[in-house]
């Protein structure tokens, strides 16, 4: 693993497009329990022998992520929290952010250069694609029909309630982004 460079971005984002498949929003027609509870338990595994025992790891449900690791703010060497995801997609993609603020979408930056080889050679050898967040901010283009777009009946909602105010800066407010299609829930 050593000296190997991560996946250039082109090659990445076609491994996206590729693993699309609007029949199947959750996980891919040959999914394979076994294969993805062992390879997630691997992945907490390396990121416990790296961060120590206070990572916690859960599973999701209704969701095209198998699973995703919080690694608490002290543990990280960061001072924030750094939160993982496994997809059910793509042989596995896997990605990682340092969160900024908490609870708000686009509220990560990309991991240090550090924390990206060492995730990258996790990845690799567990024969998973690391995808990096900014990737996953991108515009999705894609055929499959992702739950973006009831972001603004919510919103309209929310507004005329009174509960929310209008924001000038909800230009990208139902439209998904390739986290919604792999890292997101169905």
């Not at 907490?44 to 961060?51: G, I, N, Q, S």
């Not at 929290?81 to 059910?88: K, R, V």
């Not at 024969?127 to 009831?150: F, I, M, N, Q, W």
């Amino acid at each position: 693993m050593e000296g190997r460079e991560m996946l250039p971005l082109d090659r990445i984002r076609d491994l996206l497009v590729a693993n699309d498949d609007p029949r199947n929003l959750e996980r891919p027609a040959d999914f394979d329990r076994k294969t993805s509870e062992n390879r997630f338990s691997r992945l907490v595994h390396a990121f416990e022998e790296r961060f120590g025992p206070s990572c916690s790891g859960g599973l999701g449900q209704d969701a095209s992520f198998y699973g995703v690791i919080d690694v608490p703010a002290d543990a990280t060497g960061l001072g924030r929290p750094l939160n993982s995801a496994m997809s059910n997609f793509g042989g596995y993609f896997v990605t990682a952010q340092v969160v900024t603020d908490e609870g708000f979408p686009g509220g990560e930056e990309g991991l240090t250069g550090e924390h990206a080889t060492w995730l990258d050679g996790v990845c690799t050898a567990m024969g998973c694609t690391l995808v990096p967040a900014p990737l996953l901010r991108e515009p999705y283009d894609g055929p499959s029909p992702l739950l973006a777009a009831g972001d603004v009946a919510l919103a309209a909602v929310l507004v005329a309630a009174g509960e929310a105010e209008e924001d000038e800066g909800d230009e990208d407010l139902g439209k998904p982004i390739w986290h919604d299609r792999y890292f997101d829930y169905m």
